[in-house]
């Protein structure tokens, strides 16, 4: 049994879950795994591969085939699909834009979810900051410390449309607000489940909302586990 300390961390597109968690993780001394990524890589090798992600059938069939790793170092990430590297090509807005109708497939979630357990439970660093859609619910509902990770939608979309310029602003915001609704079908990370801490980072600047996760987490390591009692 893993003694791993998890940090899990849900939140919409574009509120800062890569961001902050990679930044956390680093400041921590903990691994990194960002969720998102697989999802986003199976729909790549799939379209790679000429399949209709939209096939529910085909996307299952394909599964086995599917040879994922990633990098939990913060200072090292990387994302492989068999030999090739697909970290930045992930990022693509053509995958932005396949990647809800694959997350949306069980089949496919409780294969994924089999990996995060797997790389989480192998995790040689103290803890890992995990974050995703599911995390703080499903993967990990048992985490010491589970942050729902948020801004308001303008400000999401203003802090994407920063990375880009013109009309492709516009476009990543429409993408972001679609992506949201697609997703919010099959996993809930809008509004923090029972237990789960919301960080609200709209008038938070990127250092500020980084120390918020890092205290929490420092608050939690502080907090003894509950003494177990024998009657
Ligand atoms: N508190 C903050 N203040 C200002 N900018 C921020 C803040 N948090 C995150 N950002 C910026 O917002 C952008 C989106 O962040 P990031 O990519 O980490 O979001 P995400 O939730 O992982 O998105 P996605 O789900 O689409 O992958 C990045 O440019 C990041 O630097
Ligand atoms: N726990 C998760 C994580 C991600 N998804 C799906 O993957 C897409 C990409 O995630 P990013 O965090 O990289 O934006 C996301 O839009 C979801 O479709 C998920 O379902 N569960």
Redesign the pocket.
């Known amino acids: 049994m893993s003694n791993v300390f998890v940090v899990a961390v849900?939140g919409p597109?574009?509120s800062g879950?890569?961001s902050v968690s990679k930044a956390a993780a680093k400041q921590l001394g903990f691994a990194y795994l960002?969720?998102?990524?697989?999802?986003?890589a199976l729909?790549w090798y799939l379209d790679d591969a000429g399949i209709d992600g939209g096939n529910t059938a085909l996307v299952i069939a394909s599964l086995p085939g599917f040879d994922y790793r990633i990098g939990t170092d913060p200072d090292e990430y990387f994302v492989l699909v068999g030999s090739t590297e697909v970290t930045d090509a992930?990022?693509e807005p053509r995958i932005?834009a396949l990647?809800?109708q694959?997350?949306?497939v069980p089949e496919v979630?409780t294969f994924?979810?089999n990996l995060?357990r797997t790389i989480i439970a192998s995790t040689e660093k103290p803890g890992i900051v995990v974050?995703?859609?599911?995390?703080t619910t499903?993967?990990a509902p048992d985490a010491p410390v589970r942050i729902l990770l948020t801004a308001s939608e303008e400000v999401r979309a203003a802090r994407r449309g920063a990375e880009l310029t013109g009309d492709a602003a516009k476009t990543a915001a429409e993408a972001l607000a679609k992506?949201?609704r697609?997703?919010s079908a099959?996993?809930e990370?809008m509004t923090a489940a029972e237990g789960v801490y919301t960080l609200d980072s709209t008038h938070l600047d990127f250092p500020a909302t980084i120390a918020a996760v890092v205290e929490r987490v420092h608050n939690g390591l502080a907090t003894p586990e509950p003494a177990h009692t024998t009657e």
């Open positions: 849900d597109a574009g879950k890569s960002d969720t998102g990524a697989a999802y986003r729909a992930i990022r932005s990647v809800s694959v997350a949306r979630r994924v979810n995060f974050e995703g859609r599911d995390i499903v993967v992506r949201d697609a997703d099959v996993t990370f």
